[in-house]
């Protein structure tokens, strides 16, 4: 249950069915759950939709309109999940790196919490500059030169964004306790 009620569209003023309207537009009627509000973050961000419109148009550029390559932005997306253990946004986004390109053994590595067998120097550029910015807040001198050496300067700037907006994407959905679909099992343990 989430620390947040769920609103329906209907109960919203202009600005948040305008907000509904933008989330659903460019993620799909799929985050609408069984009762009838929205999954994810998307819920919390309608009750503040000033905020939550640029949240969501934000996400939708960080996602959809870059110059990296989906699968390492996804390879990015579920090392932040991971790390703060956001169980939805793991969810999510597991199965989405698994679509776009990352190994099973890559991403249940992740999962685990263990080193992923990254062989790609793309990948393992990405991931090492996700998983030192989520930890330390910084990039080495190493970390950032294999990203920017991959990625470009315009690549590592938007992987660099992508990973403070999925930090805060994970914030909002540990901070309101934001469920998983039914019948869908948590991947984290409590301390892990």
Do not use: C
């Not at 503040?48 to 996400?59: M, Q, S, V």
């Not at 062989?119 to 990405?126: G, L, Q």
């Not at 989520?134 to 315009?154: F, K, P």
């Amino acid at each position: 249950m989430s620390r947040i009620p769920y609103l329906k569209h209907d109960e919203l003023d202009e600005q948040g069915r305008a907000l509904w309207d933008v989330i659903t537009s460019t993620r799909g009627d799929g985050v609408i759950t069984a009762e009838g509000g929205l999954a994810g973050p998307f819920n919390p961000w309608l009750h503040a939709p000033e905020a939550g419109t640029r949240l969501a148009d934000l996400g939708a550029t960080l996602r959809f309109k870059t110059s990296v390559d989906r699968r390492l932005l996804e390879l990015a997306i579920i090392t932040v999940g991971a790390h703060w253990q956001a169980e939805f946004e793991w969810w999510a986004h597991s199965r989405m790196a698994r679509q776009h390109g990352v190994a099973d053994e890559i991403v249940d590595a992740i999962g685990r919490g263990d080193p992923p067998p990254l062989t790609a120097d793309d990948e393992r550029a990405v991931y090492n500059a996700a998983r030192q910015l989520v930890t330390t807040g910084r990039l080495d001198d190493a970390a950032y030169s294999a990203a920017a050496g991959v990625l470009g300067e315009q690549g590592i700037v938007e992987i660099v964004s992508l990973v403070g907006y999925y930090t805060l994407v994970s914030f909002t959905l540990n901070a309101f306790e934001v469920p998983l679909p039914p019948g869908v099992e948590p991947a984290f343990s409590a301390g892990r």
